[in-house]
């Protein structure tokens, strides 16, 4: 048996990072996810906001790295082509009481470091947001608040972590530990896995895994959030995100622009106690109309696209928990709850500091491979159906297979060829956006399907 250095479990958001990061040294690093993919856990399924951290607690860990996690990300994003929309955000107040909450929200994203938000009245809140519903009694301008394409930069950290050589062991599920005197073995689904270190990232499951350390430290409640998405024509409504005056209950809903051009409001905040709970309810639907009724009435009358729900990690403290057992060769990270997108590489930075003082050599390796150049699925750049060139050199760019997403064959191909390629349809979804659309796969799925079965795609199942 292989004994890596490190090993880190989970192939969310964050473990990715970290196993990118860890990959960059000399070190052998293996990434453990109990799922067929990487990124099919809570990070598949959030707003996709790129924070500022603008109304983080300040002095907290969580508000420090998601200011600099908010800037790695962008320039990371710029280099490898994960889809950005740096659209701005609107935080609006309904109430005097809200209205009366936006300076202190001014103050506080200052003293995060974040010094561009102005207080704005009502005429410039119509101004930016002409369908918001009426009432509206002043806001707070978030010029930097951006959306980004989640599921891209998923991919993107896990991909450059397998071109590192991390061994990616996606259906090991770790269900138990053994601590030897220099390594320990992780029992899993798919057998045992050995490494020096071990760095958990399990989302979800980090409580449990941090008890099978030993620790009793911290449970985690799946809180989770509904979303609505609503249909592409809508797009126009949202020119940029319209956030509420957080309370003490969370962010609350906003209606947001998605990456892939359409109208998304939501999420709920639900504690729950089923970790696997990700179906949307009436309740939570019925909520959220609600709020569609007061913010932007008009959105009442406009498709629903989908309706999708993520469940974040909660945990009864409010900040992230970072820990290094050097004793143990153990860290833990977890309680990364509603910014972990956003703070990931800023927490893998993190975790490199703090793995600097133990035994790991982390001097970075002299042959690194070039970072990869993910396909688009924004709406932001040129997609490949738009590429006449493009086109021209590869007909199968220009060969739609999804219909409502303009997905052509040439996509789905390379992605079925990729450094990680989808073990299933949903994976495919992610790295092509095929059947997110308006049918949700009604038209296309038969060819999809017949295109992952058999690794390529005919020509006869798609439409030129
Ligand atoms: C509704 C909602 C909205 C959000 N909006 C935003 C936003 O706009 N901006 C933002 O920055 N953040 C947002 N977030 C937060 C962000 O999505 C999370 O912080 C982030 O996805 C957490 O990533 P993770 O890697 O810790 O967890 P996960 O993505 O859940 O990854 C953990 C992985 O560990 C695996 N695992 C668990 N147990 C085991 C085990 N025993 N063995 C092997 N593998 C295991 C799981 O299968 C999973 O893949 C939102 C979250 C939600 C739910």
Redesign the pocket.
Request: aromatic letters at 0%; charged letters at 15%; hydrophobic letters at 40%.
């Given at each position: 048996m292989t004994t890596y250095d490190v090993a880190v479990?989970?192939?969310?958001?964050?473990?990715?990072?970290i196993a990118r990061d860890l990959a960059g040294t000399n070190l052998s690093v293996a990434l453990?996810?109990?799922?067929n993919d990487?990124?099919?856990?809570?990070?598949?399924?959030?707003?996709?906001?790129?924070?500022t951290g603008f109304d983080a607690k300040p002095g907290t860990l969580e508000s420090r790295l998601?200011a600099r996690?908010y800037y790695l990300l962008g320039e990371y994003a710029d280099l490898v082509g994960i889809p950005v929309e740096r659209t701005g955000a609107l935080l609006v107040a309904w109430t005097r009481e809200e209205l009366d909450a936006l300076p202190g929200l001014k103050a506080k994203a200052e003293e995060n470091g974040y010094k561009d938000c102005e207080l704005v009245g009502p005429d410039h809140v119509y101004e930016t947001a002409p369908r918001l519903g009426t009432g509206a009694l002043g806001g707070l301008t978030v010029p930097d608040e951006s959306i980004?394409c989640?599921w891209t930069t998923?991919l993107a950290f896990a991909t450059e972590a397998k071109l590192r050589s991390t061994a990616i062991l996606t259906n090991?599920?770790?269900?138990g530990v053994r601590q030897e005197v220099d390594h320990t073995v992780?029992t899993?689904?798919r057998g045992d896995v050995a490494a020096r270190w071990v760095v958990n990232?399990?989302?979800?499951?980090?409580d449990?895994?941090d008890q099978r350390f030993g620790f009793s430290r911290f449970t985690v409640t799946p809180?989770?959030?509904?979303?609505l998405v609503f249909d592409k024509l809508t797009r126009p409504m949202a020119p940029v995100i319209v956030l509420p005056v957080p309370s003490s209950l969370g962010?609350g809903v906003l209606v947001s622009p998605t990456i892939y051009g359409n109208v998304m409001v939501?999420?709920?905040?639900e504690d729950l106690a089923d970790r696997g709970a990700t179906g949307t309810s009436v309740k939570g639907f019925e909520f959220l109309f609600g709020k569609v009724e007061k913010l932007m009435p008009d959105l009442m009358s406009e498709e629903v696209t989908a309706a999708y729900?993520?469940?974040?990690?909660a945990t009864d403290s409010s900040d992230y928990l970072v820990d290094v057992d050097a004793e143990r060769r153990y860290v833990l990270?977890?309680g990364?709850?509603?910014?972990?997108?956003?703070?990931?590489m800023a927490i893998a930075e993190h975790v490199m500091t703090l793995l600097a003082d133990t035994d790991l050599d982390l001097a970075p390796r002299a042959d690194l491979p070039a970072p990869p150049r993910m396909p688009n699925i924004g709406e932001v750049g040129i997609r490949p159906y738009q590429d006449t060139d493009r086109i021209a050199a590869d007909p199968a760019y220009g060969r739609i297979t999804c219909f409502c997403e303009r997905v052509s064959a040439g996509e789905i191909r390379d992605a079925l060829a990729s450094t990680l390629p989808p073990a299933d349809l949903d994976g495919l979804r992610r790295r092509t956006r095929a059947m997110n659309g308006r049918c949700q796969g009604f038209y296309c799925g038969a060819a999809v399907a017949t295109a992952l079965e058999d690794g390529v795609v005919s020509e006869e199942v798609t439409h030129g």
């Open positions: 479990v989970g192939g969310g958001l964050v473990g990715a990072a453990v996810e109990a799922r990487v990124g099919d856990g809570t990070s598949k399924a959030n707003t996709a906001i790129l924070h998601v996690g980004i989640t998923n090991h599920q770790v269900t992780l899993t689904s990232a399990a989302g979800l499951g980090a449990i895994l809180r989770r959030g509904e979303l962010k939501g999420p709920t905040a729900s993520g469940l974040r990690a990270v977890g990364i709850r509603s910014t972990g997108l956003t703070a990931s």
